[in-house]
């Protein structure tokens, strides 16, 4: 299958300014756990955000000896700068010409940096959407939704995430019988006519319990689900899930969609404990803040849950409807006390 993203040697290039923007997204079946050449040890599901997003420009010098320069928020990030001359020299069979000149690249993120946001998901996104633009150039233009796809194959290649960022809505990565097209490869939209109306209008909103650095990357998280002991069985249960949350998202059965998002949460995080050496990434007050969640449900009976990324911040998710003031009001009193520096990122799924 990677042959078709192979490309075409005959081009000509020339220096050229491209400018893209991608979203993060926040998965809600989780994908933990890969193989050789960023290939997902289970399938996993997505909503894409609307607001939290990379900008990028890249320039490109033609004829110059190959290169990278990178600044992040006007700042020069050499660690970045390496990390992406490693990822251009891995995809050059796929964008021949790649190597051909010099790159100064340009990034500024619309969300504070280690915020529990996938950045390396948009960013690697805004990166592969440039250089599409830039192969479209170089090499001759090809249809839409096969450079949104390819876009997505060389996101993944950056950071496997990333490759559910170049679509809106709920968006899946990883082969699955139960999403038509699913490919290890690539993200494919979920289709829009299988979503019930009831999850396509919904906040999620970022308390930063730590603003930090992780104790723990996910890059090495990910290395040791190979000695995890309940791997196996992880990854056959995201497949189980896939197959629950299908009729789940077909039906609008709320209450279904809130009680498998939040164990799919509490079960990434239990693989981490569960690791060798074994570790924690949430804080005291992820845990308070799970607490009162589920407390104020219990309570109230209105639709707040959450989920988690690698780390300690909790995404806040629920409908934007007539109680979602309700919910608004709770989160400014009971939960933002338990955030760092009263952080919050408010946010919406992109549609």
């Not at 993060?24 to 609307?50: F, R």
């Not at 990379?54 to 320069?69: H, I, K, L, W």
Request: proline share 3%; charged share 20%; with cysteine.
């Amino acid at each position: 299958m990677e042959k078709e993203f192979l490309g075409n040697t005959n081009f000509n290039i020339s220096s050229q300014t491209v400018t893209e923007s991608c979203p993060s997204n926040i998965a809600l079946i989780k994908y933990w756990g890969k193989y050789e050449n960023q290939i997902p040890a289970n399938p996993s599901i997505s909503y894409t955000l609307n607001h939290c997003r990379t900008n990028t420009t890249m320039e490109f010098s033609a004829g110059e000896e190959f290169s990278v320069q990178t600044f992040l928020a006007g700042n020069e990030e050499q660690k970045f700068a390496e990390k992406i001359e490693k990822y251009f020299k891995n995809i050059e069979q796929y964008l021949p010409w790649i190597l051909k000149g010099k790159y100064v690249i340009r990034t500024e993120n619309t969300f504070p940096h280690s915020s529990g946001i996938a950045s390396s998901a948009s960013g690697f996104g805004a990166i592969a959407k440039c250089l599409m633009q830039l192969d479209a150039a170089f090499s001759g233009s090809i249809s839409e939704e096969v450079s949104l796809e390819k876009a997505s194959f060389l996101a993944r290649l950056g950071s496997g995430s990333a490759c559910r960022s170049l679509y809106n809505g709920l968006v899946v990565w990883g082969n699955t019988k139960e999403v038509e097209g699913s490919s290890d490869l690539y993200a494919v939209q979920y289709p829009n006519d299988e979503i019930h109306p009831v999850f396509k209008n919904f906040n999620d909103w970022v308390l930063l319990i730590h603003e930090g650095e992780k104790s723990v990357s996910s890059t090495v998280g990910h290395g040791l689900m190979k000695t995890n002991p309940y791997a196996e069985r992880r990854f056959q249960e995201a497949h189980e899930n896939f197959a629950t949350l299908k009729d789940i998202l077909k039906t609008g059965d709320l209450e279904g969609f809130i009680k498998l998002t939040e164990h799919e949460a509490l079960t990434l995080h239990a693989l981490m404990m569960m690791s060798d050496p074994a570790f924690i990434l949430m804080k005291t007050g992820t845990l308070e803040v799970i607490n009162k969640i589920w407390e104020f449900r219990r309570i109230t009976g209105l639709p707040l849950f959450f989920t988690l990324d690698a780390g300690a911040n909790v995404h806040l998710l629920f409908p934007n409807d007539i109680e979602s003031d309700k919910i608004k009001i709770f989160i400014k009193q009971e939960l933002l006390p338990f955030t760092q520096n009263g952080g919050v990122v408010k946010d919406e799924m992109r549609f």
